[in-house]
């Protein structure tokens, strides 16, 4: 789908605007506007810290000013965790790319505006903005790192747009075991700890198994889980044989 485009308002070191491209790409975002860098375009040091990211740096559009850079945008969002005194709506990151999403679904063209290192966006480039995002920081220490602003923007922007499991389990090659195969080594067990005599006393004997496959059913047992265990059970007879 479409994507917000990332505004870079007068970066002043050619590093953070690497670390800014790198931030994005990891999210999937590839679209950086850049206006007024301190130390000029192109930067080699922003194309160090890229580090694979430098395609968005060599197709990054370059402009004199703010307004030259949302010449084409139909809503723009200015992150600051400065008051301004304007009144405008302010957002979380959350909920500004949540509303991003919708937006650039329906057609509108998002910015996204991260003002320099030294104080951020100034009042005129705030004015020209729809939203303010304000990340929910620490009160006394509110500022935020040019590249850290974004990676967090970028963050939520891919979690409102790839639909991406909150949990899951890798299998490493194998399978979740089925209720026979748990049944099986249940009974393998149950047999073994029999002759060695761990169900006494006698009268105890049917409620240890019975927390014994209890034990077996709450364990999320994998079919490797299940062959590790029977070969485990397997040599300890094997040792006490030899033993004997």
């Known amino acids: ?14 590093e953070n605007i690497g670390a800014a491209a790198r931030a994005m790409w990891n999210f999937g975002l590839d679209r950086m506007r850049i206006t007024s860098p301190r130390d000029g375009w192109p930067n080699q040091k ?15 559009g370059i402009f004199d000013s703010t307004a030259g850079a949302l010449q084409d945008r139909t809503h723009v969002f200015a992150t600051t965790a400065r008051p301004r005194g304007l ?12 509303m991003a999403a919708g937006m650039i679904g329906r057609g509108e063209k998002v910015a996204v505006l991260f003002g320099p ?5 100034e009042n005129d480039d705030v004015v020209r903005a729809n939203t303010i995002i304000n990340v929910p920081v620490n ?25 991406t499991a909150p949990e899951r389990t890798d299998m490493a090659g194998t399978q979740w075991a089925t209720g026979i195969e748990v049944e099986k080594l249940s009974g393998h067990y149950e047999e073994r700890l029999d002759e060695a005599g761990f169900f ?9 198994k019975l927390n014994l496959r209890n034990l077996w059913s ?10 590790t265990l029977h070969g485990v059970l397997r040599q300890m ?3 006490k044989n030899r033993r004997d």
């Open 1 to 14: 789908m479409s994507q917000p485009v990332f505004v870079l308002v007068r970066p002043q070191m050619g």
């Open 46 to 60: 922003a194309v160090a810290m890229a580090s694979g990211a430098g395609r968005l740096l060599d197709e990054a």
């Open 87 to 98: 009144t405008k709506p302010v957002v979380t990151p959350e909920r500004a790319m949540e």
């Open 117 to 121: 290192e030294r104080a951020g966006l």
């Open 139 to 163: 009160p006394d220490f509110p500022s935020l790192n040019l590249a850290q602003c974004v990676l967090l923007c970028a963050y939520e922007w891919r979690r409102h747009t790839v639909e």
């Open 200 to 208: 006494f006393p006698a009268h105890k004997a049917d409620t240890m």
């Open 218 to 227: 709450r364990m999320p047992l994998t079919q490797a889980d299940v062959q």
């Open 237 to 239: 007879v094997r040792w």
